[in-house]
T-cell receptor
């Protein structure tokens, strides 16, 4: 597509529920990234996919967080047993390769109540 | 891993003045340094980038300089306008092949 698409744009969930966030990268972009941005804060790296290589999961904050990507297409970020501290905007980005500029999606605003 | 520090955290300038934001990085292997602008409630957008084989790059009112020896790079905005008001993030890619972002600078351009 023309840009990085994320869904849903907003998600309100009850504490303890699981949520799944989706990212459609730009067609042809081999690299895909997930970042978390808490209100008024910077961008916190979560996970990075590059082609068929093993993902870099070094930023996932706990084992409640996981992500998958099928080939060079859609990625899903799953948060199990959500906690209030998970409330943030989850941004997905894609790029042609690891050392090119990222294009960000509009993000999913997650609110855990 | 890579560590990127950014200063100042907030910056207020009058319209027409220049603004400078500075960043330092830790990984000497870093070779790509983009700058992103994020308006309130919007996604970060790439405004300019520089690679390690270049010392300076300019695009109209914005410019970026890189000093590899000192491991720092800076964003310069000249003739600032109200629409330049936003949060600016610097970033660097090192050996880990992913961007590490600075903590952001909130730029306010006043009339």
């Amino acid at each position: 597509g023309a840009g990085v698409s994320q869904s849903p744009s907003n998600k309100v969930t009850e504490k303890g529920k699981d949520v799944e966030l989706r990212c459609d990268p730009i067609s042809g972009h081999t690299a895909l990234y997930w970042y978390r941005q808490r209100l008024g804060q910077g961008l916190e790296f979560l996970i990075y996919f590059q082609g068929n290589s093993a993902p870099d999961k070094s930023g996932l904050p706990s084992d409640r967080f996981s992500a998958e990507r099928t080939g060079e297409s859609v990625s899903t970020l799953t948060i199990q047993r959500t906690q209030q501290e998970d409330s943030a905007v989850y941004l997905c980005a894609s790029s042609l390769a690891g050392n090119y500029g990222y294009t960000f999606g509009s993000g999913t605003r997650l609110t855990v109540v | 891993g890579e560590n990127v520090e950014q200063h100042p955290s907030t910056l207020s300038v009058q319209e027409g003045d220049s603004a400078v934001i500075k960043c330092t990085y830790s990984d000497s292997a870093s070779n790509y340094f983009p700058w992103y602008k994020q308006e309130l409630g919007k996604r970060p957008q790439l405004i300019i980038d520089i690679r390690s084989n270049v010392g300076e790059k300019k695009d109209q009112r914005i410019a970026v300089t890189l000093n590899k020896t000192a491991k720092h790079f800076s964003l310069h905005i000249t003739e600032t306008q109200p629409e330049d008001s936003a949060v600016y993030f610097c970033a660097a890619i090192g050996t880990a092949s992913k961007l590490t972002f600075g903590t952001g600078t909130r730029l306010q351009v006043t009339l």
